[in-house]
């Protein structure tokens, strides 16, 4: 397959260059200058990327399948079709599945389903605790060995600072990123979004920014206390964004992600109960926006992931306080990182940087750069397009999403992930030739 | 002549000044009807008004149904222990199903902030907000409003101190948006633990000292302890909250002479308000009783269409 007058982005580099691929036995076999590759008139499908942008295949490192047991929101194969519809080739999934993936038979479960899908890499992230109940450590090794590629539990946060603590030391042993979702469960009790002054127009109980924060100052003091490295999940405050920033420049190994809900949009979104603004951590304030925004560009915040959260509606038509946190953000990602780039926070590399290899390097995992020799894990992306996210277009099998009926500019493509295109939005790529190689 | 140009009742926060106006002057000819003989009108004869309680009230609801019938409206009423969401109905089901009934009027009361709104966006009836979470209950502040201007004549430049659980008051928020919005200056007050973030932003001023707070004002408004939703935490116990924000007659002093006090029930008589006080002569509370069922009369009919001269 020879993709043609594209340009790639290279976020190892920092560079943009138009460069012609060759791809050949699901990996990158040539990159050339423009205009050097000849058709050698073998039969190769030709893909004019010509006005479009070429990425390292994109990961979202915090994703919720929802396969085994809520099928009906997502599986682990409408999950991986809206991701590569995304642009992303690969997920971490998160564990809170039921039952939830804290043994060896749902890891591999995950990855044979992933397997079947033959779409985007699935990579599953285990439960720290059994059961997710913050006691026992699961059995990182085995978890591990069996293709786990790092541990959380996520929405149940470990509240016992002495497990947490045995979690990091055992997991940077065993190899396991451990990633934690701050909040203080406490400080959060009740709460359905932001405290501040939305939440006290709309009368919807508070979640006070500090039940973030405490937790994010936590996760760095034992990470300074035990050497080891840990990774916040979705930060969403101000104060996180300045707790990290602090650790950093003494050297604590603390990673963050946020997700673009946080620097797209703040707590007045949720003004009229709308329930799909609703989501664990809530939206924030403008100034928190801002400061998420800041630590993107200063690289304070490394990744940006979603927080794919699928519900149905039998989870959010609902009063406001009785529906589901989370919202959906595979098939939105991608425009809205896109708009950081715009509005000249991000440089083109640095944010596709931080929707690849900053995740793929955290994770250990050994795919997404563009270079002769690597898988071939790409997008090919128009990020001129513009276009009203219509409900009936998403292929996510949840429609949760509060950017529905928004416009949207920048659209993935085409998908490809060990050098088979997986997805391919109809008409949008000009084929110069159709036998196919693949 | 002005019309009422809104399908809901959602909060007092979607209504202008002209608005609750026309409300309260419309409120204030109706009002005459409940001391007749004969208490009924034809006005809103072959409309229906479904009165849906998801959480238990007697005055508000009884309030709501007298109106509709001094008007002459047909009446439902349906608490959630008989309704289908005891058996696992959703709201928005319910509300539909009602709507395949076609009422004029839905009356909600519902444990959920924005319950009512979900329900406007769902039916065609008219939803009137009888009290929603912790988020509105404009007919309560429409009711105060009408009492307190009955009572001093305007609203406008008076000083009013509203004290309780700010937080978890449905009653203080829409009060404290009638208030600001027809002019009033509104001191709130009570222990720390229950005020809302950032309520300075209503335009309100916090002072949570009772006896600071009550200095010089024309209207003392009580909240009622609900011990139900405010847990453990928000204060040690009645004892306490009686003896450091509960109201007597030595509070009571630093007032104008002049005062009114007001209360939306049901009173804990001995916490937030003494006996002496609750029965004494600033009392107004059984008035803002009375005046309840005017001014849900009055709402009835202007979301029914009707007009005040």
């Known amino acids: 397959m020879w993709i043609k007058g594209g340009k790639v982005v290279d976020p190892v580099k920092g560079t943009v260059k138009q ?37 390292p295949g994109l990961i979202d490192m915090h994703v919720h399948l929802r396969e085994p047991g809520h099928e009906y929101k997502e599986t682990i194969s409408t999950g991986a079709r809206a991701a590569v519809a995304g642009g992303f080739t690969s997920l971490a999934c998160m564990p809170n599945t039921l039952p939830p993936n804290d043994s060896r038979s749902v890891t591999e479960f995950i990855l044979m389903q992933a397997e079947r899908a033959g779409l985007a890499k699935v990579y599953p992230i285990a439960a720290i605790t059994m059961g997710q109940k913050g006691e026992a450590l699961t059995e990182f090794g085995d978890l591990r060995d069996a293709g786990a590629v790092g541990v959380s539990d996520d929405g149940f946060p470990v509240a016992d600072s002495e497990v947490m603590r045995r979690a990091l030391e055992y997991a940077r042993y065993q190899g396991l990123t451990v990633i934690s979702h701050c909040e203080d469960r406490h400080l959060s009790r009740g709460g359905v979004m932001h405290e501040g002054v939305v939440s006290t127009r709309t009368g919807l ?14 996760e760095i003091s034992l990470s300074k206390l035990t050497g080891c490295p840990v990774h916040i999940a979705h930060v969403s405050t101000a104060g996180s964004v300045e707790l990290i920033r602090r650790a950093r420049d003494e050297g604590v190994p603390v990673t963050a992600e946020t997700a673009p809900h946080y620097f797209s949009l703040d707590h007045n979104a949720v003004k009229g109960y709308d329930t799909k603004a609703k989501m664990n951590p809530p939206l924030r ?65 640095e944010a596709i940087g931080k929707l690849s290899c900053n995740a793929y390097a955290l994770l250990r995992i ?53 050098g088979k295109v997986v997805w391919e939005r109809d008409a949008a790529i000009g084929h110069q030739q159709s036998r196919q190689i693949a | 002549m002005r019309k009422f140009e809104h399908k809901d009742l959602l909060g007092i926060s979607q209504l202008s000044v002209e608005d609750i106006t026309l409300i309260l002057n419309t409120a204030e000819s109706l009002k005459e009807i409940s001391s007749r003989d004969i208490k009924k009108v034809p006005t809103l004869r072959g409309k229906s008004v479904v009165n849906f309680f998801f959480e238990p009230s007697t005055r508000t609801r009884i309030s709501f149904e007298m109106a509709a019938k001094r008007l002459s409206a047909d009446t439902v009423s349906i608490s959630a222990l008989g309704s289908s969401t005891a058996k696992g109905e959703t709201l928005i089901d319910t ?35 009888a009290g929603d979470g912790i988020n509105e209950h404009p007919t309560q502040a429409l009711l105060d409003l009408f009492t307190i201007r009955e009572k001093k004549q305007k609203i406008e430049g008076l000083e009013v101190a509203i ?67 405010q847990g453990k935490v928000l204060f040690p116990g009645l004892r306490e909250y009686a003896s450091c924000f509960g109201l007597n007659r030595d509070i009571i002093r630093e007032a104008k002479s002049d005062v009114i006090i007001m209360h939306p029930g049901p009173i804990n008589r001995g916490v937030e308000i003494t006996s002496e006080v609750a029965d004494g002569p600033y009392s107004v509370i059984l008035d803002q009783v009375t005046n309840g069922v005017a001014v849900r009369m009055a709402i009835l009919y202007l979301l029914m269409g009707g007009s005040k001269e």
């Open chain 1, 19 to 55: 460069v012609d691929l060759l791809v050949e036995n699901g990996k990158i076999a040539k990159m050339l200058p423009p205009d050097i590759f000849e058709d050698i008139g073998a039969d190769l499908r030709i893909i004019d990327a010509s006005n479009r942008v070429i990425v």
């Open chain 1, 205 to 218: 109980p508070g979640i006070p920014a500090a039940g973030e924060e405490i937790m994010v100052f936590r």
């Open chain 1, 285 to 349: 304030t403008p100034d928190d926006v801002q400061a998420i925004k800041d630590g993107l560009a200063r690289g304070i915040i490394d990744v940006i992931a979603t927080d794919h959260a699928p519900h149905s509606n039998l989870e959010k038509d609902l009063e406001f306080d009785k529906a589901a946190f989370g919202i959906i953000g595979l098939e939105t990602a991608l425009p809205l990182t896109l708009d950081l780039v715009r509005q000249g926070i991000l440089g083109l590399p």
């Open chain 1, 366 to 418: 050994p795919r997404g750069r563009l270079i002769e020799g690597a898988q071939a894990d790409l997008s090919i992306i128009d990020t001129e397009c513009e276009y009203v996210l219509r409900e009936e277009d998403i292929i996510s099998k949840s429609k949760n999403s509060p950017f529905i009926g928004k416009t949207l500019k920048g659209r993935n493509d085409l998908t490809m992930v060990g």
């Open chain 2, 95 to 129: 509300a539909r199903n009602l709507q395949a009934m076609n009422p004029d009027l839905i009356v909600l009361r519902h444990s959920s902030s924005g319950a009512p709104h979900l329900l406007a966006r769902e039916v065609k009836a008219g939803i009137i907000n």
């Open chain 2, 163 to 229: 004290i309780g659980d700010i937080s978890h008051s449905r009653v203080a928020r829409s009060d404290i948006l009638g208030l600001t919005k027809m002019g009033a200056r509104v001191t709130v007050s009570g222990p720390p633990t229950m005020m809302p973030a950032e309520i300075e932003a209503l335009g309100v001023e916090v002072v949570h000292d009772p006896i600071k707070a009550v200095k010089e004002k024309d209207v003392v408004m009580l909240l009622r302890i609900q011990l139900e939703r």
